[in-house]
């Protein structure tokens, strides 16, 4: 054997030895790579978890402000149906007495001609009043055997008559209307005990 040859199996022997050592680095570097690799990965997981935690989150506030929304044009709908519906509802309540006074008016006998045409010309006028308040959707509450509804009647007084059921109406002291739905003013009724 030369000294060169002697030189390359020395290097050989060494490279063996070394070559342990450099497994070992090897490994360590590959397993440190990996743990860095976990480590990012679960912090990107984390990362994504609380990303779409916070888009949830957003979603539901989305949803529960077009909910809000909804529900405020809704109301806002219905209100205006409302104001148009019974809009007539004050000067309504404010002709009721006039309506009144021309029904005691109209049970006056006539004593002369005079006072018939004044009382045929007041009863146009009567007729033509109620049909505006037909037309604006006022109707005349019923009564009189019908079953008493505190909805919709005022009981005054009480008596015991035959030919009537209990709960019953017997008689019509003022008359009621209602505007479509709605009361305007309850009739004034006797009821059967």
């Known amino acids: 054997m030369n000294k060169n040859e002697a030189k390359d199996m ?3 022997t060494e490279q063996d030895e070394n070559q342990p050592e450099k497994l070992t680095e090897e490994t360590e570097n590959d397993e440190f790579v990996d743990e860095v ?4 990965e679960e912090e990107e997981n984390s990362r994504e978890n609380e ?3 916070q888009l949830a989150e957003a979603n539901q506030r989305i949803l529960r402000v077009q909910a809000d929304y909804d529900n405020f044009r809704r109301r806002s709908r219905e209100e205006k149906e409302a104001a148009a519906k019974y809009r007539s509802q ?5 002709l009721l007495p006039v309506l009144d006074n021309f029904e005691r008016a109209l049970v006056v006998e006539p004593e002369s001609e005079e006072t018939k045409s004044l009382l045929t010309g007041m009863d146009m006028v009567y007729r033509q009043l109620q049909d505006a308040l037909k037309n604006e959707g006022v109707e005349l509450i019923p009564t009189v055997g019908e079953t008493f509804d505190p909805h919709r009647h005022q009981a005054v007084m009480q008596v015991e008559e035959e030919g009537y059921e209990s709960n019953q109406i017997v008689e019509e002291l003022q008359k009621g209307y209602q505007l479509k739905d709605r009361v305007i003013r309850p009739s004034m009724v006797k009821v059967n005990a």
């Open 10 to 12: 020395e290097t050989m």
């Open 37 to 40: 690799v976990e480590a990012n």
């Open 90 to 94: 004050s000067i309504i309540e404010s």
């Open 51 to 53: 990303l779409e935690a």
